[in-house]
């Protein structure tokens, strides 16, 4: 009998030790969401962007995973499109259309049960294209650079499985242009942009 209510408490012990790491198990907090989205962007400051372009405009859609309590990564595409306000300083091109990738980690800050906060710091890569006026094809230029920025996450629904995000977000745009003059390099190779979006995420 005493063998018995061993094996008992043996096998009770167990199932509970079990039942609590399955509890604990981080994976159990893993959770993904999808945001189309649009957005605005501009330059900022004394550079090549913010005097031969009006603001850039596009749409795209993001992705990102919470990984670990309230600790994430996130990807981003925006297809941006521009109009040439002063041609002059941008050659012999047209408008420009730009690809552009934001990869990032992410904190989710909850202020109340339906309003989130997230801070987020990556890097950004870009591929900007533009048609020489002569037709002769185009001229594509890559770059890169860091980005930081916030979401403002508004839950609509009972569930908490939609979302409204509004974003904004600093990139800091560095291409490999050179040039003997430091300045007319740093005037045609480096600027900040401020893009400001909204999206519609989709948590599952």
Not at 60 to 78: A, H, R, S
Not at 145 to 150: R, W
């Amino acid at each position: 009998m005493r063998k018995f209510l061993l094996f008992t408490f043996a096998v009770i012990s167990i199932s509970a030790f079990s039942q609590r790491r399955k509890k604990q198990n981080w994976t159990e907090n893993v959770k993904y969401a999808i945001e189309p989205h649009v957005k605005v962007m501009t330059s900022l400051g004394n550079n090549f962007m913010k005097d031969a372009f009006e603001y850039f405009y596009g749409f795209g859609i993001g992705g990102n995973i919470n990984l670990y309590k309230n600790f994430g990564l996130g990807v981003e595409y925006t297809y941006f499109l521009a109009n040439a306000k002063r041609p002059e300083l941008f050659g012999y091109l047209g408008s420009p259309s730009m690809n552009n990738f934001d990869w990032y980690v992410f904190h989710q800050d909850k202020i109340t049960e339906d309003f989130f906060v997230e801070e987020i710091v990556g890097y950004s890569t870009y591929r900007m294209k533009s048609p020489y006026l002569d037709d002769r094809g185009d001229f594509s230029e890559g770059n890169g650079g860091l980005n930081l920025g916030a979401k403002a996450i508004y839950t609509v629904d009972d569930n908490g499985t939609q979302q409204i995000v509004l974003n904004t977000r600093l990139n800091f745009y560095n291409s490999k242009i050179g040039n003997q003059n430091p300045d007319i390099e740093k005037y045609y190779s480096k600027a900040t942009l401020l893009n400001i979006g909204i999206a519609y995420r989709i948590n599952f």
